[in-house]
């Protein structure tokens, strides 16, 4: 027997990956950092695993982030990845992670991007 779902799933463009390639420690630190602050952290992942933060320059950080342009253009074609925060503790994408993540999927970057909660860190990519 064939079962229909009459509902269609909610067509998404980014999957939520089954582990993050970050190492267990590096999931911990970040994790750690964000449950210090009221406001989204951000920053880039070097390499595999090296944290390095960025000054949340947003109008309003308790809900977005924004990365000055100096920021990446000082780590260049080292940065792998992208991270922030979100205190709310809600760790799927917002509305503007997802056009943040379009933005760097269709300019061609290949960072990934990861979502961190004081409880853990989600890895996702746009699959365009
Ligand atoms: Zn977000």
């Avoid at 990446?72 to 760790?91: D, W």
Wanted: glycine content about 8%; aromatic content about 10%; proline content about 6%.
């Amino acid at each position: 027997m064939t079962i229909i779902d009459p509902v269609a799933p909610a067509q998404v463009n980014w999957l939520r990956l089954a582990s993050c390639s970050l190492a267990e420690e590096t999931q911990r630190l970040l994790s750690v950092r964000a449950s210090r602050h009221r406001f989204e952290i951000c920053g880039f992942i070097i390499g595999e695993n090296e944290i390095v933060p960025a000054i949340n320059t947003s109008d309003t950080p308790n809900k977005n982030f924004s990365i000055a342009p100096e920021e990446t253009e000082k780590y260049g074609a080292s940065i792998t990845g992208i991270y922030h925060s979100h205190p709310s503790g809600f760790n799927g994408p917002s509305h503007a992670d997802e056009e943040g993540m379009k933005f760097l999927y269709r300019a061609g970057c290949p960072w990934r991007y990861f979502i961190v909660t004081s409880g853990d860190v989600i890895e996702y990519k746009w699959i365009g």
